[in-house]
């Protein structure tokens, strides 16, 4: 058989196809075994279901992480499986509450934290005191190092950490208008 027959030709074509199959096929067990060890999506609706409530939060003696967020918050999203790990982590000594903003329930305690930004996480001693806040989308590491202190009773090392945020609006801050859904229904006071 020479070099240039057509059954060297077919030979090296068969070669070819076989790598090209093998290579697609070991792509595919890649893919699908990377998709099954994904950490699944967290949703923030079913995290905020299963959040401790804050009248309980306030009274257990337990230092509490409150984060105020709303669902279409892509900064809340997006640290929603870190918060979901740490909530794992240290559940036993810190409550973990959650507090839509877009619910007008929650309107004093906005007030009160000045939320103008979200995720916006509030850190409270075992008293209910204020220890510190982190607004914006923090390193999971960055919100590590102040439960940790929170839980020890110790000052937070980043006690006033900032990242990216999704802006809110508050009553006060709107238009007068009640059609916007952020508006709470509230007219603006001049």
Known sequence: MSVNSPESGNLAQRLRNFVVVAVAAVLSVAVVLGL???TPAVSLSEMAEVAIPLERAMTNGKPTLMEFYANWCTSCQ????????LKTEYQQDVNFVMLNVDNTKW??????????GIPHFAFLDQ??????????EIPRAVLAENLTALVA???LPYAQAAGQTSE????LETSGSSDDPRSHGA????
């Open 153 to 155: 009773g110790e000052k």
């Open 107 to 116: 309107l004093p305690e906005m007030l009160h934290y000045r939320v103008d």
């Open 168 to 171: 809110v609006e508050t009553p």
């Open 36 to 38: 099954q060890t994904r």
């Open 187 to 190: 007219q603006v006071v001049q």
């Open 127 to 136: 008293t209910g005191g204020d220890a510190g806040a982190a607004i914006g």
């Open 78 to 85: 997006a640290m929603a499986g870190d918060l979901q790990q």
